[in-house]
């Protein structure tokens, strides 16, 4: 997303319980056998949060792209791939979906292998195995751990926050440990500070929809544009490359007018935001691994 599409001032949310879940993480690893980590399929690269991947060491740890069924399969697709070119384990899910569990629970062994048979071969195999699921606000933790366990034992929600202090969850040989989502202390990059905002990790009322809401339709014109003409009826012309343009013409079409003929851009902003979370846009990612390879990242540093 153009940088130019939103201002200048600090996206900022990093409330205190987000301090002491660092703390919490740092004190805990030594009692745990491996870290889940919980990324959004749609922007896995702008939920890897670096303040996390410090903590954890050579501790191993797994990725779960979560909400999988929100995100584009080509892209999602070339994720796994990087990651596993990065000697990371990875697997792609919709954390709501049944069966999900069972694909991590898979993951979980093959990248703990060496671990369990050394506990087989101690006369162990009965010892449970300690996970801690980490990530983001909103990126689905408990969700996950729920179908994990196959009942409702940790607190869910549509919205950044909901979980505030580390819930142990036993669950058959694992016992999960369901850490609340924690974001950076500053961000550097306004481009990842927005796409969590996309996602709903970062409070709405934190933001100015309509420059974000815009800035999304502007990054969707090219990639997605036959999506926003089919959901908004937007017509067979061309479109705008400007993201305001187009926010425009979707609250026109969607009737957002009010007194003397005026476009309601708020209520534009709040439905294209919706509409994007939702997936009523259909499978759309924000970013595929070129990027994250031009920047010289890695999941593991």
Not at 14 to 33: A, C, N, Y
Not at 280 to 294: A, H, Q
Request: aromatic residues 6%; contains cysteine; proline residues 4%.
């Amino acid at each position: 997303m153009s940088q130019e599409m939103i201002n200048r001032r600090n996206i900022h949310w990093f409330p205190g319980h987000m301090m002491r879940t660092l703390r919490s993480i740092e004190k805990r690893l030594p009692q745990v056998d491996a870290v889940v980590q919980l990324l959004d399929a749609r922007i896995p690269r702008s939920s890897l949060n670096p303040e996390l991947q410090a903590l954890y060491g050579a501790k191993p740890r797994l990725y779960i792209l979560n909400k999988a069924d929100l995100a584009d399969e080509k892209a999602t697709a070339e994720w796994l791939r990087y990651f596993k070119r990065e000697d990371s384990g990875c697997v792609a899910i919709n954390s709501k979906q049944r069966g999900a569990a069972m694909q991590a629970k898979r993951a979980v062994e093959q990248e703990l292998a060496a671990l369990l048979e050394r506990r087989q071969a101690k006369g162990m195999s009965g010892a449970q195995t300690r996970l801690m699921v980490t990530g983001i606000p909103n990126v689905g933790k408990s969700t996950f751990i729920n179908n994990w366990a196959g009942s409702a034992k940790a607190k869910a929600a549509d919205r950044p926050g909901v979980t505030r202090g580390e819930q142990w969850i036993a669950t058959g040989s694992y016992e999960l440990m369901d850490m609340p989502g924690v974001l950076w202390k500053k961000f550097e990059n306004l481009e990842i500070a927005v796409n969590l905002a996309l996602i709903g990790s970062i409070p709405d009322d934190l933001l100015d929809t309509e420059e974000i809401a815009a800035g999304l339709l502007q990054q969707l014109a090219g990639e997605y544009g036959e999506r926003l003409r089919e959901r908004f009826k937007l017509g067979a012309e061309a479109l705008p490359q400007d993201g305001w343009e187009l926010l425009e013409m979707v609250g026109r079409k969607r009737g957002m007018l009010v007194s003397g003929g005026e476009i309601d851009l708020g209520r534009a902003a709040i439905v294209v935001l919706d509409e994007f979370r939702g997936g009523k846009l259909g499978r759309i990612s924000l970013e595929w691994p070129v990027v994250m390879n031009g920047m010289g990242e890695a999941p593991n540093e």
